[in-house]
């Protein structure tokens, strides 16, 4: 109790001083240093997080969502199944309701809720974030499989299969829907700054900027940079430039309760001493903020990494990348598949886009271009002309008014493209004979763009992306497409590379239909 009262009192004191003390802002170097008399430096002082009131409202209604979804569920097979209370006759409780309508609209829901909260579906680092969220879901609803069965089994109850297969069924559908639909919501508020982390980045400025680019670019994460702090003192003449205030020589803890942050990322490896670190994470504890590490390791995902605890030391074990095996083969019988099967149903617009092109103006309808594909090899790729007969003439004559960089050349407003090439391009109608190159296994539904060069333009960390066969979409078409500079291309190709897999594909896929309706970076 002694102890309790020093700390209050203690941190009471610092509240005091530090309130009545203003920073003080260089002018020189650019960053903000603490007040004349030192930032107040405690391991006692444990500030309070902001409370997060989105956060809490955003998993009260997942939670009156998901419950409406079980209960659409359960009604739905009770509907469409006539043995749906199979194993339930002549069992009344609470006078004239029988076991089965409770069980159906209260003991569905009520366990799938359950269910929800154990599989960490709630948990507030997976919420509107990739595909951990669906994954929990998902396990949930194996969870609540075996629990059916389990349940079946021990009071020995006969229960349709069949209603025991669609409820399972439909609860995983409709949530799915139902969380996604809540992910959309989710992020068109995130776009406006709000239902965030606020994030304090700590470590050398150029690892702090370079997170804060791939946070800022990437809003439906929820992190929300609001500063920086470096562990050292800027040199001499040297003026620190960023899109936030810099902080330096302040105490972390209080620093971050006075800029009413609730996360503090610590970038880059020399950002602060391992020691430093742990009594960093001591303090934090029962604050309610969070800590991210960002580790030296980037570009590198999901079951690719492994940590290893011996003694204490975290080690972070990263396998290499997996292309080639079942998975391939896998992948190889799913682009053939869906290309044929996409070659049929789409053949009436593609025979309407081809009308319309040879009514256009003179020329072919198809373009067909060389490209450097899987291990080098060259193709013919196909595509819908988009451009005038005598594009490839007037090249040269363009080259100065390039807007992109590197192997890739791109004009906003080309005045090679036709006009009917403006709309196909925008709806990346134009990729959609490439179909054929997918069929012939020469590309794949998801992969690097094949690029118009020469192989032996592919050189160094570059020619990595020839390891896998070159996509129709990619994470080039869901990042930006055109709008990305060279470097950032290359990144993402070879972060493709290095993290491919199946459920990689299919949410490169997912997400492709909605950035080519919204007509981003597409020109």
């Given at each position: 109790m002694w102890e309790r009262k020093v700390v209050s009192a203690h941190t009471q004191f610092l509240t005091a001083v530090t309130s009545q003390q203003t920073p003080r802002f260089d002018p020189d170097l650019g960053v903000i240093t603490p007040p004349s008399n030192g930032m107040a430096r405690s391991v006692f002082a444990r500030p309070v997080a902001p409370r997060a009131n989105w956060r809490r409202r955003y998993v009260a209604w997942l939670v009156l969502l998901d419950a409406l979804v079980a209960l659409a569920a359960s009604r739905t097979v009770v509907a469409l199944l006539d043995e749906?209370?199979?194993?339930?006759?002549?069992?009344?409780?609470?006078?004239?309701?029988?076991?089965?309508?409770?069980?159906?609209n209260i003991g569905v829901p009520l366990g799938w809720l359950l269910l929800l909260v154990a599989a960490g579906a709630y948990d507030q680092r997976a919420l509107g974030l990739g595909t951990e969220e669906l994954k929990r879901v998902a396990r949930a609803n194996l969870a609540m499989a075996a629990t059916v069965s389990f349940l079946a089994l021990g009071f020995k109850k006969d229960l349709s299969r069949a209603t025991v297969a669609a409820i399972i069924i439909c609860l995983l559908l409709y949530t799915l829907v139902a969380r996604f639909a809540a992910r959309v919501v989710l992020r068109r508020i995130r776009r406006t700054g709000r239902a965030s982390q606020k994030v304090l980045l700590v470590g050398r400025l150029s690892d702090a900027l370079a997170l804060h680019e791939v946070v800022t670019r990437n809003y439906g994460a929820g992190l929300h940079p609001i500063a920086i702090h470096l562990p050292h003192h800027p040199r001499p003449g040297e003026r620190v430039n960023a899109p936030v205030p810099v902080y330096v020589g302040w105490d972390l803890v209080p620093l971050v309760q006075q800029l009413g942050a609730d996360t503090i990322a610590v970038c880059g490896p020399a950002s602060l001493e391992s020691y430093e670190l742990r009594k960093l994470a001591w303090q934090l504890e029962g604050t309610g903020l969070n800590l991210v590490v960002v580790p030296q390791v980037t570009d590198v995902t999901g079951p690719r990494i492994h940590v290893r605890p011996i003694e204490g030391l975290p080690l972070l074990n990263v396998d290499e990348p997996t292309i080639s095996g079942l998975s391939l083969?896998?992948?190889?019988?799913?682009?053939?598949?869906?290309?044929?099967?996409?070659?049929?149903?789409?053949?009436?617009?593609?025979?309407?886009?081809?009308?319309?092109?040879?009514?256009?103006?003179?020329?072919?309808?198809?373009?067909?271009?060389?490209?450097?594909?899987?291990?080098?090899?060259?193709?013919?790729?196909?595509?819908?002309?988009?451009?005038?007969?005598?594009?490839?003439?007037?090249?040269?004559?363009?080259?100065?008014?390039?807007?992109?960089?590197?192997?890739?050349f791109k004009i906003k407003d080309d005045p090679r493209v036709t006009p009917i090439g403006r709309h196909l391009r925008a709806l990346s109608l134009d990729e959609l004979p490439q179909l054929i190159n997918v069929l012939r296994g020469q590309m794949s539904l998801v992969g690097p763009r094949p690029l118009p060069t020469e192989d032996d333009d592919y050189r160094g960390d570059v020619r990595r992306r020839l390891l896998v066969r070159p996509g129709i979409t990619g994470l080039w078409q869901i990042s930006g497409r055109s709008d990305l500079t060279w470097d950032d291309a290359v990144r993402l190709d070879l972060h493709y590379v290095d993290n491919w897999s199946l459920v990689y594909d299919l949410a490169i896929l997912w997400k492709t239909a909605s950035v080519v309706l919204a007509r981003r970076g597409a020109y």
């Open positions: 749906a209370d199979a194993g339930f006759w002549d069992q009344r409780v609470l006078g004239n309701v029988s076991s089965f309508t409770l069980v159906a083969l896998a992948k190889t019988v799913l682009d053939r598949f869906t290309a044929l099967v996409g070659l049929v149903l789409l053949s009436p617009v593609l025979l309407g886009i081809a009308m319309a092109i040879k009514a256009s103006g003179p020329g072919p309808v198809m373009f067909r271009q060389t490209r450097i594909g899987h291990e080098g090899r060259a193709f013919k790729v196909w595509k819908f002309r988009t451009m005038y007969i005598d594009a490839e003439e007037r090249l040269a004559a363009l080259r100065d008014r390039n807007e992109s960089d590197g192997l890739l």
